[in-house]
């Protein structure tokens, strides 16, 4: 801290004052008249409740939210430079564009929250003393601070957070694709299955940090320290399994003989086995035909498989995370233990395959992850979702008659009671 920083008080404000300064801004944002911008610099809200309110642009600078109550409020584009934020329920908040220069978020709670483009850089606030010099304003503690926050299933793509302090912070199944991180201090936390497509770590501490599952492909790791770190199945531009150059003949043409091996009940062409694959750069058509297709254990991360007939498809251990799967047929797929985390599901069939007379063929998903995947409109009747985990998972308008969920964790999801 500066010598010749200088300290500046925080207004209190009741629960009232806040609840008609933010009618006001409604007025303001609407275009109305009686409308104000809400103006909170400097003020203290500790404690107050904010949940579900609007309070995008506004200005927050260096004001108090210790433990304010944030829950899907929305504060897109807003000023929160200097804000201490600490212990806020912000799960769910809309942060998009923020400006989050030096505040102060330990120990928050951002799950679920958006902060698309967001401003985590370290900040300082100035202002003119009273013979015109330029001087520091002194602000809380922990500024630019993440330590033992709660960012899970946070969405962080393009946001900025070089430099901050993240230690013990839980960043486990976050989005942040294109991040900058660069000289982030990482150290111990938790970022199981995290998505780094794209960030910029260089010079990042991650020493004793868990990457396990985390996809790293493209991220810059100059410089990065990973001493201790758990990386365990981390997915980098590396190939994660067989590359597609030691297929017997190009991938098109080894689809059109399984296409043919299909439509003739194997009277001609030749069943396809991908099995150990990395296919994550493959060109796969929309809507091809692949019925008992054989890819246990391959890779799918992010791939197009839209429209794909995959009926009684082996994809046990197969990781389809982010994976297009919208309106695919997996009548009777065998996925048990699949990675399915982020996939989008919608409206596909994972119903059971009918064999003839009344024997049905249902889809396993055993010990398969599912969270936040997407599966609204999709039919799983019969399916087994036995020790699968669905945490997350939209399930909104599915058809789930007779779905087998024992011991699924079924914590948050959306659309079915639990």
Not at 9 to 19: C, G, V
Not at 126 to 131: D, F, I, M, V
């Amino acid at each position: 801290m500066c010598a010749d920083s200088v300290s500046r008080p925080r207004a209190p404000i009741s629960q009232t004052e806040l609840d008609e300064v933010i009618r006001r801004h409604a007025l303001f944002q609407a275009g109305r008249h009686g409308g104000q911008r809400a103006m909170l610099s400097y003020r203290d809200l500790t404690g107050l409740d904010l949940s579900g309110r609007n309070l995008a642009d506004g200005d927050l600078s260096a004001a108090i939210l210790l433990g304010a109550r944030c829950t899907g409020t929305i504060l897109n584009s807003a000023i929160l430079f200097g804000a201490n934020l600490a212990q806020a329920d912000l799960r769910a908040a809309k942060l998009i564009r923020a400006d989050l220069r030096g505040a102060s978020l330990r120990g928050a709670d951002l799950t679920g929250a958006d902060l698309f483009d967001a401003d985590l850089r370290d900040g300082t606030l100035a202002t003119r003393s009273g013979n015109g010099e330029i001087v520091n304003v002194r602000i809380d503690e922990g500024a630019s601070d993440l330590v033992g926050a709660r960012m899970v299933n946070t969405n962080l793509t393009q946001a900025r957070m070089s430099g901050m302090v993240a230690t013990h912070t839980d960043f486990s199944d976050a989005i942040m694709r294109n991040c900058k991180l660069v000289r982030a201090d990482l150290r111990n936390a938790n970022m199981t299955g995290v998505n780094l497509e794209g960030a910029d770590l260089n010079g990042a501490d991650l020493r004793g940090a868990c990457l396990k599952d985390a996809i790293l492909v493209a991220a810059d790791m100059s410089s990065t320290e990973t001493h201790g770190a758990d990386m365990t199945g981390i997915l980098t531009d590396r190939a994660s399994g067989k590359p597609l150059s030691q297929l017997s003949m190009p991938l098109e043409d080894l689809i059109h003989r399984h296409e043919e091996w299909a439509a003739t009940n194997g009277a001609s062409g030749a069943p396809l086995d991908v099995s150990g694959f990395d296919l994550r750069h493959a060109r796969i058509k929309r809507g091809a035909q692949l019925a008992a297709l054989k890819a246990n254990g391959a890779v799918f991360v992010s791939l197009d498989l839209e429209g794909l007939g995959l009926q009684g498809a082996q994809l046990e251990g197969a990781d389809l995370r982010s994976a297009k799967l919208v309106r695919a047929d997996l009548r009777g797929a065998n996925l048990k233990h699949a990675k399915l985390n982020y996939a989008d599901l919608r409206d596909c069939n994972l119903g059971a395959l009918v064999l003839g007379g009344s024997r049905y063929l249902p889809a396993r998903l055993d010990g398969a992850e599912l969270r936040h995947a997407d599966l609204r409109g999709a039919d799983v009747r019969r399916a087994i979702f036995s020790g699968a985990d669905l945490s997350l998972a939209n399930l909104t308008g599915a058809h789930a008659e007779e779905a087998d969920f024992t011991n699924a964790r079924l914590s948050d999801m959306i659309g079915m009671k639990s």
